[in-house]
């Protein structure tokens, strides 16, 4: 298992180029079970959730070829259709098979994925939306076991806009017979993504990042190429380093259009922001941030996976604020870790009441979930002392080097393994 040590040194400088996108690259990766025709894939981030959704692809038969950040699948020899619980248990995402899984194959048998540190994170809108469209599911130890002729379009109306329900259904529904309709369809730019990459694939997909997508089936998907879309919450965890450690930096390899929420708060803080089509300064002029107030919400409002983050940047600010996470229940374990470093929060429910301060202080804490391993890990680098990170592994799971790419912006970081 690895540590992380940090030493806070000052402001953050330089530039640093971002890496694909997490949350749509998983996306992508189950697509490709909808087709027997290879597809190839570029911008894969090194990261290990990505490793995970490959190794679940060549347990299931598929020929996965990987050269740097392009990826080739060639899904035409599938010899099994489960998603084991070892590797779904390590990530959620995983669930992202199902849709493809049981739309080409007639049959999907995932595990559930379980609850995680950040909440219960519940599955009931893709399943019920496979049942709409005559899927039948039974839960059987711990397994969704699914099995449908073909797939029938349907008219689905989701309570909550989830993000991965709503690319389950979409993908489920570009080989079923006739027209889906997904109401009240999550509008991340992710989603947005995967139709662009279905409909390279043959899918006929209208209204993705609107909260009304329709999708009318087609018999067979066909081979693509696509790159994944730069890491909005990676550049914005960037944006935020610098903000807190009072630098400078240019982050490159970006699309600041998917950012403007969370941009904006950082003006609110005080920074001074720029950008071009692919890249974002942020210069906070060497002053103290300003205390900002955010409530997380769907896209495109401020993303919960930037909660973390922001509460940090609160910590350090002049001012007081209010954090507060509607999204998911228990999405605040950072806090007490900040209290650790001298951070003045105090929790009342769903809402972080944040003191700011000058400075924090180094001490060993611990990660608790990958948001709030990139908390810690802003705090340490705008603390007095060296930081040492426990289960870093966390971190790994959806930060490509982020240890590297924070040395080369002047942050004193070490590695080390404690196995
Ligand atoms: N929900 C339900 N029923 C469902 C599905 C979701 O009630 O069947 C609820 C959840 O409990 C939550 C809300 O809906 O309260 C939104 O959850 P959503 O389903 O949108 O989350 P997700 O699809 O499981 C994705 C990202 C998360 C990100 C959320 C919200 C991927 C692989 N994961 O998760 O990313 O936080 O959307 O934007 O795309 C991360 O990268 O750190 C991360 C956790």
Known sequence: MDKLLITGNGPLQGEVAISGAKNAALPAIAACLLS?????ISNIPAVRDIETALQLLERMGCRVERDGTHLSVDASQITSVRAPYELVRTMRGSILLLGPLLSRFGEADVSLPGGCAIGSRPVNEHITGLERMGAEIRIEAGYIKAKSVRLRGAHIAFDVPSVTATENIMMAATLAEGSTVIENAAREPEVADLAIMLGRMGAQITGAGSNTITIEGVPHLHGAT??????????????VAAAATRGKIRVLDTNPAHLQYVLTKLEDAGAAISHGENWIQLDSQGKQPLAVNVTTAPYPAFPTDMQ???????ALAEGNSTVVETIFENRFMHVAELQRMGANIELQGHTAVIQGCERLQAAPVMATDLRASASLVIAALAADGETSIDRVYHLDRGYDNIDAKLARLGALTRRVSTS
Not at 36 to 40: G, I, K, L, Q, S
Not at 226 to 239: A, M
Request: glycine share 4%.
């Open 36 to 40: 027997a025709e290879a597809v190839h």
């Open 226 to 239: 696509h790159r994944v879309p730069p890491d909005r919450i990676e550049t914005g965890t960037f944006l």
């Open 308 to 314: 973390a983050q922001f509460v940090t940047l609160n």
